[in-house]
């Protein structure tokens, strides 16, 4: 009888362990990162990397753009690229696109920045899913609205206490998050595999995600349209003002990814309306409140062109 016990129980856990699927492994969040070619945009801004919040937590290389294969990618659990006017189109050729693109398949979390520029339709076609943006480029734009942000840990505006906090509010008299939102592009084409995380209206009236994200394989990919000029290395990330873009970017580096990367993806990007909620205590501006906002901020803008003029 006790043999027959034993084989009993011996069969039966065989038998949940078969039926049972094991829990996927979370490959982030990750603590090698890869920046291509460098934190610093030709426009303007540079990625935070020194504040003690990334740099404990993160180690940082410089990779460039020849250096994007299979070999040299395995070394990094994260890859980020800033995309501005040193590099090429498409910016990596057909082998380097295959070997980024098995490497996210494979378990690789890819970030995506193109602060300010202004790219051709076929610019990401070498992506798994390609999309093109409306980008106002480089005007000093200091107005814009955040309509629509998921609630992740990506962030969120609903509750201070969390340490996904993001204070989307815009203050028009003095624009909080300078040209972050004016400046920024957004997704004007549509693939369902996308989804939408944050969504604005950006200083040329265009409303779209400028946040966006999309699993592929065991990796995901990130993409973030925000102006990043009003960024310095060591700026600290924090849920107010310009320092909640630092604090997005961290939010970006600590995702977890994988089967279980715990994202809703509420919305899909797809032509349709979009959003809903405006997130800022101010009405939607029109076009000639914007001029006048830009007239306030003249000086301030002023300064970001001439600053840009340096790069």
Same mark, same amino acid.
């Given at each position: 009888?006790?043999?027959?016990?034993?084989?009993?129980?011996?069969?039966?856990?065989? #038998?949940?362990?078969?039926?049972?699927?094991?829990?996927?492994?979370?490959?982030?969040?990750?603590?090698?990162?890869?920046?291509?070619?460098?934190?610093?945009?030709?426009?303007?801004?540079?990625?935070?990397?020194?504040?003690?919040?990334?740099?404990?937590?993160?180690?940082?290389?410089?990779?460039?753009?020849?250096?994007? #294969?299979?070999?040299?990618?395995? /070394?990094?659990?994260?890859?980020?690229?800033?995309?501005?006017?040193?590099?090429?189109?498409?910016?990596?050729?057909?082998?380097?696109? /295959?070997?980024?693109?098995?490497?996210?398949?494979?378990?690789?979390?890819?970030?995506?920045?193109?602060?300010?520029?202004?790219?051709?339709?076929?610019?990401?076609?070498?992506?798994?899913?390609?999309?093109?943006?409306?980008?106002?480029?480089?005007?000093?734009?200091?107005?814009?609205?955040?309509?629509?942000?998921?609630?992740?840990?990506?962030?969120?505006?609903?509750?201070?206490?969390?340490?996904?906090?993001?204070?989307?509010?815009?203050?028009?008299?003095?624009?909080?998050?300078?040209?972050?939102?004016?400046?920024?592009?957004?997704?004007?084409?549509?693939?369902?595999?996308?989804?939408?995380?944050?969504?604005?209206?950006?200083?040329? +009236?265009?409303?779209?995600?400028?946040?966006?994200?999309? /699993?592929?394989?065991?990796?995901?990919?990130?993409?973030?349209?925000?102006?990043?000029?009003?960024?310095?290395?060591?700026?600290?990330?924090?849920? +107010?003002?310009?320092?909640?873009?630092?604090?997005?970017?961290?939010? +970006?580096?600590?995702?977890?990814?994988?089967?279980?990367?715990?994202?809703?993806?509420?919305?899909?990007?797809?032509? +349709?309306?979009?959003?809903?909620?405006?997130? #800022?205590?101010?009405?939607?501006?029109?076009?000639?409140?914007?001029?006048?906002?830009?007239?306030?901020?003249?000086?301030?803008?002023?300064?970001?062109?001439?600053?840009?003029?340096?790069?």
């Amino acid at each position: 009888m006790k043999k027959a016990m034993t084989f009993m129980t011996c069969l039966l856990l065989f #038998a949940l362990t078969v039926i049972t699927p094991a829990k996927a492994v979370i490959p982030g969040p990750g603590t090698q990162v890869a920046i291509v070619p460098d934190p610093t945009s030709d426009n303007g801004g540079t990625l935070p990397t020194i504040d003690p919040a990334f740099a404990t937590n993160f180690t940082f290389t410089n990779v460039l753009w020849a250096d994007v #294969a299979a070999a040299n990618l395995a /070394a990094y659990d994260i890859v980020v690229l800033v995309i501005d006017y040193g590099a090429a189109h498409p910016p990596l050729n057909a082998s380097q696109a /295959a070997d980024l693109n098995d490497w996210v398949f494979n378990g690789g979390k890819l970030i995506i920045y193109d602060s300010e520029m202004q790219l051709p339709d076929d610019y990401y076609t070498w992506l798994p899913y390609a999309f093109n943006t409306s980008a106002p480029g480089p005007i000093g734009g200091f107005a814009g609205e955040i309509l629509y942000m998921e609630l992740n840990t990506l962030g969120r505006y609903d509750n201070p206490a969390s340490p996904h906090y993001i204070n989307a509010t815009v203050d028009y008299v003095y624009n909080n998050w300078y040209d972050a939102i004016g400046d920024a592009n957004v997704f004007v084409t549509f693939d369902s595999h996308w989804c939408g995380d944050i969504e604005i209206i950006n200083l040329n +009236e265009v409303v779209g995600w400028v946040h966006a994200y999309a /699993a592929y394989g065991q990796g995901l990919i990130i993409y973030n349209g925000f102006d990043i000029d009003f960024l310095t290395s060591g700026m600290p990330p924090g849920p +107010e003002d310009i320092n909640a873009l630092a604090k997005i970017w961290l939010l +970006e580096l600590q995702q977890p990814w994988g089967a279980d990367y715990n994202l809703p993806c509420a919305r899909k990007v797809v032509d +349709e309306a979009v959003g809903g909620e405006i997130l #800022a205590t101010n009405a939607l501006q029109p076009l000639g409140s914007y001029i006048l906002i830009l007239a306030t901020a003249s000086a301030a803008t002023i300064g970001i062109l001439l600053k840009k003029k340096h790069f």
